[in-house]
């Protein structure tokens, strides 16, 4: 059982930054794979970024593409997200996720999120 905690989250105006910061225990992070979702009021939620379980792969969704990056790190047992050139449009809750290759959606170990908001 992995539990997962996000950091990081705030009221940032558009063209600023935010790291987020998805910190992990009950388990070795370095076995799962790992994505970051956010979901928008009244909209469904939807898959930000993935990592592999060494780093060395990472697949962003087209809206977040040169702007956003994945990394981690599996001595600390952490994953990040760093948000750069917001937009009014990435405001959301985002939330980390863990799950082994082959998994569905539906079997990943969730964080509770944490709000990112955009706004001058």
């Known amino acids: 059982q992995v539990q997962l905690v996000e950091f990081g989250g705030g009221l940032v105006q558009p063209g600023g930054s935010l790291r987020l910061s998805c910190a992990a225990s009950g388990a070795p992070l370095s076995r799962y794979e790992m994505y970051w979702w956010r979901q928008a009021p009244g909209k469904e939620r939807e898959l930000v970024a993935h990592?592999?379980?060494?780093?060395?792969?990472?697949q962003y969704e087209d809206s977040v593409k040169d702007r956003f990056t994945i990394s981690r790190d599996n001595v600390k047992n952490t994953v990040y997200l760093q948000m750069n050139s917001l937009k009014p449009e990435d405001t959301a809750v985002y939330y980390c996720?863990?799950?082994?290759?082959?998994?569905?959606?539906?079997?990943?170990?969730w964080g509770k999120g944490t709000l990112v908001t955009v706004s001058s």
């Open positions: 990592i592999t379980e060494t780093g060395g792969s990472t």
């Open positions: 996720a863990a799950g082994l290759t082959g998994w569905e959606r539906d079997m990943f170990y």
